[in-house]
């Protein structure tokens, strides 16, 4: 059984022998919701999940068994979205904070401390105060990060590079809706940020694992990668950042939040593919030196 360590902010799985330079992120699955947060929301048990990346840190389960740490998240993405920069937080939500610059995502609700979850629902009935969202921060954002980056500095001394999977999900709807007529949807989206966050090499051996597992993938469209694929991304120091996000009709019930009877044979598809991935990537000394 592989190491695991457990803490406040996440459950990090190691390798017994790490031998590859991937690193495997679930920002997005937690599923621990505090009391206090679930008396504090305006939304039933049910919508307050919905933002949630459910389930993806099962998909990836298979990660330690192939050489390379699984770090998810503990608690979920309406309480704290690992996935955004600490500065951005929303003044419309959090007691005492000046107005900052023009920013989309904190205007659209969808800052590191969300107002709102899928489809726009508010998730509190009003403000809430600085000292929380500074705790959230303290307790839960900072120890995620500083345990990736130890993660991806490993890696980096150990393999000459670091190669990150920004592991999420998207909603059936929202890839449905950018598909173009009589060309069937993608099921998987590559973010690469358009090349900024990894080289072109270790993004077409992961799609190359991908499409040879049966999958239809796209790469940047419509999700090319949000802070984490920015903040870590930086391929001319050999360390390389692909977010993937997943249809989520493959695997689950969307609105019952629900594990199909098909997530079983999925999660095992996704287990190939993430051997294809590790071995692929495993002590390429071509790519380190790229």
Known sequence: MSPRTVSEAYRLSQPVCRDTPVVFSSPHSG??????FLDATALDARLIRSSEDAFVDD??????????PLIAAQLPRAFLDLNRACDELDPALIEGIVRAPHNPRISSGLGVIPRVVSQGRPIYRGK????EAEMRLRHYWHPYHDALMRLL???????GQAVLIDCHSMPH?????????????????LGDRFGAAAGREVVERIEAAFRAAGLR????????????TQAYGRPSRRQHVVQIEIDRALYMDEARIEKTADFPAFQALMAGV???IT????????????
């Open 274 to 276: 993430v051997a294809e």
């Open 173 to 189: 709807e929202a890839i449905e809706g950018h598909a173009r007529p009589g060309v069937p949807h993608p099921e998987v989206v």
């Open 153 to 159: 500095q490993e890696s980096h001394r150990a393999f």
């Open 217 to 228: 993938v796209v790469r940047n469209a419509p999700f090319a990668g949000a802070y984490i």
């Open 59 to 68: 998909l990836f389960a298979s990660a330690p068994a192939q050489g390379a």
């Open 128 to 131: 809430i105060p600085l000292a």
């Open 279 to 290: 071995s692929g990537l495993r002590e390429n000394r071509a790519l380190a030196a790229e």
């Open 31 to 36: 599923r621990l919701y505090p009391p206090a």
